[in-house]
């Protein structure tokens, strides 16, 4: 069985410094990972994803996400948050070849202040 | 541009009513997914369609329907038999021709509202 956790509903930083969004794991098989950001009122965009290359993933806008095998864990992190950061984000887990498989986060809100 | 279309914004239902989203795509997708969002948890599937006249039941299909006549346009009707339809809809894709779609990235639709009145 999979699953995924999100550790934290809610996150707020101030503009410039770091983001650090925690997501936890679990998975029988080697799991595909990704991360969607989705701004109020719209659709989910990937930012970036996993799927059995490099662990250390270079997303859009400045994010990027290490996969560590032994901690299970797959966090989002931004060297220096800006106001248009402001979203929800959501850790996303799935196996090969089965969208039912694919399990969506809780998401993590991140508020960004001035 | 390509991309994915929904509509209406914004739905509202009254009690015993069917109520059809519309999902259209210019991707040129094979797989074609509805997902439901509620406050405060994440996306739970609805269905998915992974080709032309093929549909399978997600986690949560009780009290709605799909249909894929064609490649482009992947409807969602919430029929009565739903008891609490009030929720964010939103509808996506993916390539779908690798056979992984666990690995495909997902293309997301804007989203509709639906509320029940």
């Known amino acids: 069985a999979q699953s995924v956790t999100q550790l934290d509903s809610h996150v707020s930083v101030s503009e410039g410094t770091p983001v650090l969004l925690r997501c936890n794991y679990s998975?029988?098989?080697?799991?595909?990972l990704f991360w969607y950001v989705q701004h109020p009122n719209k659709g989910l965009q990937l930012l970036l994803k996993?799927?059995?290359?490099?662990?250390l993933v270079k997303g859009i806008n400045g994010f990027e996400a290490e996969f560590k095998k032994s901690e299970t864990s797959f966090h989002l992190t931004k060297p220096s948050a800006h106001m248009s950061d402001a979203a929800e984000y959501f850790c996303?887990?799935?196996?090969?070849?089965?969208?039912?498989?694919?399990?969506f986060g809780s998401g993590t809100r991140l508020s960004i202040r001035p | 541009d390509g991309g994915i279309t929904q509509s209406p914004k914004y739905l509202f239902r009254k009690e015993g009513q069917n109520v059809t989203l519309s999902c259209e795509q210019n991707l040129n997708h094979d797989a074609m997914y509805w997902y439901r969002q509620d406050p405060g948890q994440g996306l739970r599937l609805i269905y998915y369609s992974q080709i032309v006249n093929d549909f399978q039941k997600g986690d949560i299909a009780e009290g709605y329907s799909v249909s894929r006549e064609k490649k482009e346009s992947f409807p969602l009707t919430v029929t009565s038999a739903q008891k609490n339809p009030t929720a964010f809809y939103l509808c996506?894709?993916?390539?779908?021709?690798?056979?992984?779609?666990?690995?495909?990235?997902?293309?997301f639709g804007p989203g509709t509202r639906l509320t029940v009145l």
């Open positions: 996506a894709s993916t390539r779908g021709t690798s056979g992984d779609l666990g690995t495909d990235t997902q293309y």
């Open positions: 998975s029988s098989y080697s799991p595909s």
């Open positions: 996303v887990v799935s196996s090969e070849s089965s969208a039912s498989k694919i399990i």
């Open positions: 996993y799927t059995s290359a490099a662990t």
